[in-house]
């Protein structure tokens, strides 16, 4: 009889439902294989009969169709085949659905015996590769070469999973030291007993067992796996570029190098001569070399980033001034530092060793392993005792810092990059993840024994060294203290910089922050510290046990009082906001602050009343601590630890001092800002100041300390910036600029491609409301004769959920088995699936449509649902005042081109090459009500687009003939 070695009675399971809610849906396929050990004891695959309706998505994203349901088994005939996994260990993916649909059926068998445990591959995964943020099913399937996406099918899947936890076993396997680490970190957090440990310390014979009795060639998985991974370190040191490149920053050397195409062309295939780039990268040395602020818009396709790199390296190896690149997003600044300046110091024939580039974040972003020491000592004692999720949130930090200790300057784990899905899932998770955020003003530089494997601090030093650092809009506003701004910046997607001007110096409290600091003071977070230092002072040695006392004593009464008045806030403003005509349940709800003289209800004037109480208790807090901040100072100190419990009182003390700046600003209305009350059902409240005059702000934050910035983005203004381009000089701090330290006007380089004859615009507003129920159904109706003529092609966007859902099931019905649909959500490759297809429709939410690259005849249709409108929060409102008094035609200049803009981001999918074509439908009835005037400044302002208002049929007849027209030639 073969031996059990520890896995005991286990199976992989997987059930697909007519939806998400066990209460509501039903089971319709399951499949599961049983093992006793490591054999392989039973294979179980069969669809549930169902009898009601099947959406059009879970048959697309399934494959099961209901005449297939019609004639399975019932789940009355197939519950005995689950009953005999009553007390098996039972392992899937995200194993909470499972259990919601499957528990139920188990109860009613329960005997008092053993149960069933479901085991949740998402947490062994993530312990074994904790670089990853993306946990889905799929990602893993893919990387590991299992198969082409996740099939959705239950069996299938069921098998895929445990290839997939097979393979993963196996690649750590290969990397001793993170396997004795993990193994080791398992028994130390008393986890050895979890059904994953078992499956991990099984060994190889076991592993391979398992892998032969489903068929499946482990060692090959393992070894494609690491190799992909060698081939990707070491094409980060290869040169593809061949030849001599002069290095020198000049003009004329800037164009040589760009007129190169054959040299080019070597690291970026398909390069192609474009003047505009040549102009654009003359214009950014000009402004460099000058010392002189430049705005540029760069159409798509001039070749922006490789425009701004050229110039920027070659300045600063030649005047050795350190060069910033600022990006819209931390996923644009790592697809710079990994991928755009590596090909860029190719492309010079640079070595990396002799131009050192820096990849620069936030200190909050970095993730601290002293902290996280300091807090396992404190616990070591319960650290096995704690509850599950508090232990594997530590074991996965544990996995973290072991991956960061080795990895590359800029392929540590950011906190960032940590699976969203378990701060959303585990409350242990978030907690920790937030007490690990590095925090500057504790951090203990080079005193501390983990700065060697320091993301913070080694980012720090790089940036000190680099001669090109790569950042992102938010660190221009949080720049580290110690270390100098470079003088020379580029800010890339300078049109997204309003949004992160306002979020970084808006003023707010909020339930979250108020929560915060009870959850400090109930336990000790930084009073604790306070209390240390005490104990530990000279001044109060006599006194120390009294004066401690007393702190708590004073706590202990004004924290109930704190929780009572957060709540009394809480449910009045519930009640003004649920009084309100547009209350929403989904989104957050807004109203212009009032103040006394403006209140005239009896609920705002309790609210205003709760507010100011909130405000004396935070009072009542910092009186209590107020003697100690200013009796203890930090270069008095005689110790690390010292220092570091003093920085620890101070974030409490900073903590306080933010709630309470945020309710005297959020209650008395401070000049230059605006005030708003908001409300969400599930965050609570927000009382906010925004900053309207973000040019102003920007001004003085950045252009007033550089030498010489340049702004640029694809979309700023009309072609050639005489309309919409003031409020991007507005928006970018350019207009406040001493006219000596800029170019007199930006460069609006001309379009790449030939959007006249290459593309077809139009307007349709002869369609129902967009609030319509019909409105889909109808605009779709037109679209899909224009999808059948084309034979797919074509991009459908919708701006909500509710008609991107109804879409979907409109395009599944019409399309399936005819044309392919591949749908935003539905897999992690749906767009490259749809570029290799040969015919297929795409379908995505609006801001999916921002961020997509198809270029080819795979994308000749684009519809969008609306015109985009400009988000109408209340500092929105605010500002168009100001610039309509301050500075010009806010209409014009400030909301219809911020609106336009965004859909010029849209209609930018379309031409990606010269050769490309294609057409776009806007459907929007609000239009039909826009006076004449009006529709000729939204026409002016999407040039280089050319915007035809027509009805809807007219549209889609047109678009048809001129696509097949010029397909045929």
């Known amino acids: 009889m073969e031996k059990i070695v520890g896995l005991g009675k286990w199976a992989v399971i997987d059930i697909e439902t007519t939806g998400i809610s066990s209460l509501e849906d039903s089971i319709i396929d399951i499949g599961f294989l049983e093992f006793e050990g490591t054999k392989l004891a039973r294979k179980f695959n069969s669809l549930v009969q169902y009898d009601g309706e099947l959406s059009y998505f879970i048959q697309k994203l399934t494959g099961i169709k209901k005449k297939m349901l019609r004639q399975a088994p019932t789940l009355k005939s197939l519950l005995p085949d689950i009953e005999e996994l009553f007390g098996y260990n039972l392992v899937a993916h995200n194993a909470d659905f499972e259990r919601s649909f499957l528990r139920p059926f188990f109860d009613k068998?329960?005997?008092?015996?053993?149960?069933?445990?479901?085991?949740?591959?998402?947490?062994?995964?993530?312990?074994?590769?904790?670089?990853?943020?993306?946990?889905?099913?799929?990602?893993f399937i893919i990387d590991f070469n299992i198969a082409e996406?996740?099939?959705?099918?239950?069996?299938?899947?069921?098998?895929?999973?445990?290839?997939?936890?097979?393979?993963?076993?196996?690649?750590?396997?290969?990397?001793?030291?993170?396997?004795?680490?993990?193994?080791?970190?398992?028994?130390?957090?008393?986890?050895?007993?979890?059904?994953?440990?078992?499956?991990?310390?099984?060994?190889?014979?076991?592993?391979?067992?398992?892998?032969?009795?489903?068929?499946?060639?482990?060692?090959?998985?393992?070894?494609?796996?690491?190799?992909?991974?060698?081939?990707?370190?070491?094409?980060?040191?290869?040169?593809l570029a061949t030849g001599s490149v002069d290095k020198a920053f000049s003009g004329e050397n800037i164009k040589k190098i760009l007129q190169d195409s054959d040299n080019i062309s070597q690291t970026l295939p398909g390069y192609k001569f474009r003047q505009a780039q040549v102009d654009f990268a003359l214009r950014?040395?000009?402004?460099?070399?000058?010392?002189?602020?430049?705005?540029?818009?760069?159409?798509?396709?001039?070749?922006?980033?490789?425009?701004?790199?050229?110039?920027?390296?070659?300045?600063?190896?030649?005047?050795?001034?350190?060069?910033?690149?600022?990006t819209g997003t931390k996923t644009l600044q790592r697809q710079a530092q990994t991928k755009d300046v590596p090909a860029a110091l190719d492309i010079l024939q640079i070595k990396e060793r002799e131009f050192r580039s820096s990849f620069l974040i936030g200190a909050s972003n970095h993730l601290c392993e002293l902290a996280f020491r300091q807090q396992q000592n404190d616990g070591d004692m319960l650290k096995a005792t704690r509850p599950f999720e508090e232990r594997f949130t530590d074991l996965y930090f544990e996995m973290v810092f072991f991956y960061n200790?080795?990895?590359?300057?800029?392929?540590?784990?950011?906190?960032?990059?940590?699976?969203?899905?378990?701060?959303?899932?585990?409350?242990?998770?978030?907690?920790?993840?937030?007490?690990?955020?590095?925090?500057?003003?504790?951090?203990?530089?080079?005193?501390?024994?983990?700065?060697?494997?320091?993301?913070?601090?080694?980012?720090?030093?790089?940036?000190?060294?680099?001669?090109?650092?790569?950042?992102?809009?938010?660190?221009?506003?949080?720049?580290?203290?110690?270390?100098?701004?470079?003088?020379?910046?580029?800010?890339?997607?300078?049109?997204?910089?309003e949004k992160e001007t306002t979020s970084a110096f808006m003023i707010d409290v909020t339930s979250e922050k108020f929560h915060q600091l009870l959850e400090s003071i109930t336990h000790n977070y930084g009073i604790g510290s306070l209390y240390y230092l005490i104990a530990n002072s000279k001044e109060f040695q006599d006194d120390a046990t009294a004066i401690i006392e007393k702190i708590r004593n004073s706590l202990a009464d004004l924290a109930p009082m704190i929780k009572g008045g957060v709540?009394?806030?809480?449910?009045?403003?519930?009640?003004?906001?649920?009084?309100?005509?547009?209350?929403?349940?989904?989104?957050?709800?807004?109203?212009?602050?009032?103040?006394?003289?403006?209140?005239?209800?009896?609920?705002?004037?309790?609210?205003?009343?709760?507010?100011?109480?909130?405000?004396?208790?935070?009072?009542?807090?910092?009186?209590?601590?107020?003697?100690?901040s200013s009796q203890f100072q930090f270069e008095n100190f005689d110790s690390d630890e010292k220092k570091m419990a003093y920085a620890k009182f101070e974030v409490f003390i900073e903590q306080v001092h933010d709630l309470m700046v945020g309710l005297e600003h959020g209650l008395n209305?401070?000049?230059?800002?605006?005030?708003?009350?908001?409300?969400?059902?599930?965050?609570?409240?927000?009382?906010?100041?925004?900053?309207?005059?973000?040019?102003?702000?920007?001004?003085?934050?950045v252009l007033a300390r550089s030498a010489a910035a340049v702004f640029t983005s694809a979309t700023l203004g009309n072609v050639d910036g005489t309309s919409g381009g003031k409020g991007i000089e507005w928006a970018t701090g350019y207009l406040y600029a001493d006219p000596a330290k800029r170019f007199k006007t930006g460069l609006f380089l001309p379009p790449v491609f030939d959007y006249k004859n290459r593309t077809k615009i139009f307007l349709c507003d002869d369609v129902p409301s967009i609030h319509d129920n019909s409105f889909v159904s109808k605009t779709l109706k037109?679209?899909?004769?224009?999808?059948?003529?084309?034979?797919?092609?074509?991009?459908?966007?919708?701006?909500?959920?509710?008609?991107?859902?109804?879409?979907?099931?409109?395009?599944?019905?019409?399309?399936?088995?005819?044309i392919p649909i591949f749908i935003q959500g539905m897999g992690n490759n749906v767009v490259d699936d749809f570029k290799k297809a040969p015919m297929g429709v795409l379908l995505g939410m609006e801001v999916f449509g921002e961020g997509i690259d198809i270029p080819g005849m795979a994308l000749q249709f684009v519809f969008v649902d609306k015109i985009p409108d400009l988000r109408m929060d209340h500092v929105i409102n605010v500002r168009r005042e100001f610039y309509e008094r301050e500075i010009g035609n806010e209409?014009?200049?400030?909301?219809?081109?911020?609106?336009?803009r965004s859909l010029q981001q849209k209609l930018g999918r379309l031409l990606r090459t010269e050769s490309d074509l294609g057409a776009a439908m806007i459907v929007d009835s609000r239009a039909k009500n826009w006076k004449g005037r009006t529709m000729e400044q939204f026409i002016s302002l999407m040039r280089p687009y050319h915007i035809q208002r027509k009805n809807i049929k007219d549209a889609k007849v047109e678009i048809i003939e001129f696509i097949t027209k010029i397909n045929q030639a």
């Open 405 to 497: 200790q080795h990895a590359g300057d800029d392929n540590f784990i950011a906190v960032d990059d940590l699976p969203y899905l378990f701060k959303k899932k585990i409350l242990p998770f978030k907690k920790r993840t937030d007490e690990l955020a590095v925090d500057y003003r504790t951090c203990a530089g080079k005193n501390c024994v983990y700065r060697q494997a320091c993301s913070y601090l080694n980012g720090l030093i790089n940036a000190q060294d680099a001669d090109l650092i790569i950042s992102n809009h938010a660190m221009m506003f949080s720049w580290p203290k110690s270390l100098p701004m470079p003088e020379y910046v580029v800010v890339d997607e300078a049109h997204k910089l």
């Open 149 to 239: 996406k996740e099939q959705h099918r239950a069996y299938s899947d069921a098998i895929d999973l445990l290839k997939v936890m097979l393979t993963a076993v196996g690649v750590v396997m290969k990397r001793p030291v993170q396997y004795a680490t993990l193994r080791s970190q398992f028994i130390a957090y008393g986890l050895a007993q979890e059904w994953f440990f078992s499956f991990l310390t099984m060994g190889e014979d076991a592993l391979y067992q398992i892998a032969d009795a489903i068929d499946y060639n482990l060692t090959e998985s393992v070894e494609h796996f690491l190799e992909k991974e060698r081939n990707l370190q070491n094409s980060k040191n290869v040169h």
């Open 567 to 628: 709540e009394e806030l809480t449910e009045s403003v519930e009640l003004y906001f649920k009084k309100l005509p547009k209350y929403t349940e989904l989104y957050w709800n807004e109203v212009p602050m009032f103040t006394k003289e403006s209140s005239n209800d009896n609920l705002s004037v309790a609210i205003l009343g709760q507010l100011d109480r909130l405000q004396s208790y935070l009072k009542g807090v910092e009186f209590i601590f107020s003697p100690y």
């Open 109 to 139: 068998i329960d005997d008092g015996s053993t149960r069933e445990q479901f085991q949740d591959s998402l947490y062994f995964l993530a312990l074994l590769f904790p670089e990853k943020s993306s946990l889905n099913l799929e990602s």
């Open 782 to 818: 037109e679209a899909i004769e224009i999808i059948n003529a084309l034979e797919g092609r074509s991009l459908i966007l919708f701006s909500s959920k509710a008609r991107f859902e109804v879409a979907r099931e409109i395009l599944i019905g019409e399309f399936e088995g005819k």
């Open 891 to 900: 209409f014009v200049d400030y909301y219809l081109s911020g609106r336009t």
């Open 284 to 326: 950014v040395g000009q402004s460099f070399k000058n010392k002189v602020h430049a705005i540029i818009q760069a159409p798509t396709g001039t070749g922006k980033t490789l425009g701004y790199l050229l110039p920027a390296m070659l300045f600063s190896k030649s005047e050795k001034k350190q060069v910033l690149v600022v």
């Open 669 to 701: 209305a401070k000049e230059g800002y605006c005030n708003s009350l908001k409300y969400h059902q599930e965050f609570g409240v927000a009382l906010e100041s925004a900053p309207i005059n973000v040019g102003k702000i920007i001004s003085e934050q």
